[in-house]
């Protein structure tokens, strides 16, 4: 199996970046489909992005597309989330995810970090 941990959170304006990052060990995370998702104070858990494990296909919400952007180094075993032009709707604790197989939209991911918390303010 493999753990991951999520760093690169924080308090950031309407407008500006943050860049997350998931770092994966145990079993490598070249093995796996990787998601991030978010999700804030009274809202069910969200799919943000995914990238494959073998053709680096990327996958993204509706509102989070042309702003955001996922990326992964097998070789250092992290997934990075680039997020430009944030809003004050894009605060929420976002969680890095992995998945052997299935939907990589969905949220049926088989491991999860704990979540690191991003507030943009107004």
């Known amino acids: 199996q493999v753990q991951l941990v999520e760093s690169g959170g924080g308090l950031v304006q309407s407008g500006g970046s943050l860049r997350l990052s998931c770092a994966a060990s145990?079993?490598?995370?070249?093995?796996?489909?990787m998601g991030w998702f978010r999700q804030a104070p009274g809202k069910e858990r969200e799919f943000v992005a995914a990238?494959?494990?073998?053709?680096?296909?990327?996958y993204y919400a509706d509102s989070v597309k042309g702003r955001f952007t996922i990326s992964r180094d097998n070789g250092k075993n992290t997934i990075d989330l680039q997020m430009n032009s944030l809003k004050p709707d894009d605060t929420a604790v976002y969680y890095c995810?992995?998945?052997?197989?299935?939907?990589?939209?969905?949220?049926?991911?088989?491991?999860w970090g704990q979540g690191t918390q991003v507030t943009v303010s107004a």
């Open positions: 995810a992995a998945r052997n197989s299935g939907s990589i939209t969905s949220s049926s991911y088989d491991y």
């Open positions: 145990g079993r490598t995370a070249a093995y796996y489909n």
């Open positions: 990238i494959t494990r073998y053709t680096y296909s990327t």
